[in-house]
């Protein structure tokens, strides 16, 4: 953050973080937002309908319905 003047900062990990930066996080957790997997995910899905559709291009995903085999 500080090597380029940013304020804040988003990192983010596919397969978590390690234990010694999750200890470091609660003291920059006004500045510094850590994403796993499951948070990207989440984050994907409520906010994908409101990007622009430059950032969607960006975004190699797809909407797909299929039937649930769950449901009788």
């Known amino acids: ?5 940013a304020d804040f900062s988003l990192l983010v990990s596919w397969r ?3 234990s010694s ?5 609660p003291k920059q957790f006004f500045k510094v937002c850590l994403w796993d997997s499951k948070t990207i995910i989440q984050q994907n899905f409520e906010n994908y309908e409101k990007l ?16 649930d085999s769950e449901v009788e």
């Open 1 to 5: 953050m500080s090597n380029y003047g």
């Open 16 to 18: 978590g973080f390690k």
């Open 21 to 25: 930066v999750t200890k470091e996080f």
């Open 52 to 67: 622009s559709d430059d950032i969607k291009k960006e975004i190699p995903i797809k909407k797909v319905w299929m039937l």
